[in-house]
């Protein structure tokens, strides 16, 4: 079920986790996590609902003290039945408190995945490439019904060529597909959207980064789609304001 993109997609679960859960992680009690997107969906008029698969990958892993692991160890987590079950259960109290709220699942390109459990030194194409297929494969088993979006994040523009597994996936079950990348992306291909910090066609969305929340001197205007992610620190009468500027300029 592929959905239309908004002008304007909203990240903002780590917010939301501080204000929302006292900084709790959602996704340590995934029969939950449909609840807490319930409320962040509303706090912040969200028209897409982020279901961030990379963020459950990452609680999982610290509630079994791991902290650090070579390529091979993170293949296996992935392949974890219950590593998987417990991203599962994420997605269908997400789908089952959102009602037809239209959803997305957010997750980290394979350098992105690579991060969260390596040094970089250790991150060479072969371990990118391996990560894409395993990647894929957790994907296909997460479809559902009620997503309609692929949120990928990337910031290795060496993995951008490993990303093929994905994007096929998106176009077997006719999902939309999305990259955010805020460095270069030019070799990035079989996405209906690019979001960068500067984007270089009409057809890429722009990142709004931390100087829009800072409050420098950052113009938002025309017909851009906007991507931006809630710094966590931010007091909640501070996000609404900036945010009702956003809405503003989306209109």
Known sequence: MSAALPRLWIDGAAFGARVLRGG?????APGELGL???ELASLLSLDIVDIDIGAGIAAWARSYGI???????????????????????????????LGTKPLALALPGPGALARLFMEPDGMDENVLDDLGMVLADLLRALVAPSIGVLRFTEADSRALEFFEPLTNIARHYELTSVLVMPGEASGAAGFDRIYRAEPSSAAEGRILGPAFWEGGDVV???DTPLFTEVPAALVPETVLAKLRVLSENAS
Do not use: M, N, Q
Request: net charge negative; no cysteine.
């Open 36 to 38: 807490f997107l319930r």
């Open 24 to 28: 709790d992680d959602p996704w340590s």
């Open 67 to 97: 902290d650090r692991l070579d390529a091979g160890g993170i293949e296996d987590l992935l392949v974890d039945t219950a590593l998987r079950a417990h991203l599962k259960r994420g997605i269908e109290t997400a789908a089952g408190a």
């Open 220 to 222: 938002v205007t025309g």
